[in-house]
């Protein structure tokens, strides 16, 4: 088997995902969990302005529904 033999090259790189998601999960199992609290996560989400353009409003018109 050569250094470059692509099964063996899979196997590693497999091995390399275990390890990684091994490393992540290990980390994630000994650190703070997130807070519960509202205010930790201030946040002021302005609403979007929805435009309706002039063609829509004529379609709308016409068929008798009402875009305020």
Same mark, same amino acid.
Do not use: F, T
């Given at each position: 088997?050569? %250094? +470059? /033999? ?7 790189? =497999?091995?390399? $995902? ?10 994630? =199992? ?7 609290? +509202?205010? /930790? +996560?201030?946040?002021?989400? %302005? ?6 353009? /002039?063609? %829509? %409003?004529?379609?709308? $018109? ?5 875009? /305020?």
């Amino acid at each position: 088997m050569s %250094a +470059y /033999d692509p099964a063996q090259m899979r196997a590693d790189c =497999a091995e390399v $995902g275990r390890n990684l998601r091994l490393e992540r999960a290990a980390r994630k =199992a000994v650190s703070e969990p997130p807070s519960l609290h +509202y205010e /930790d +996560y201030p946040r002021d989400v %302005a609403k979007r302005d929805i435009s309706i353009s /002039d063609a %829509a %409003a004529r379609l709308a $018109g016409a068929l008798h529904l009402h875009l /305020d």
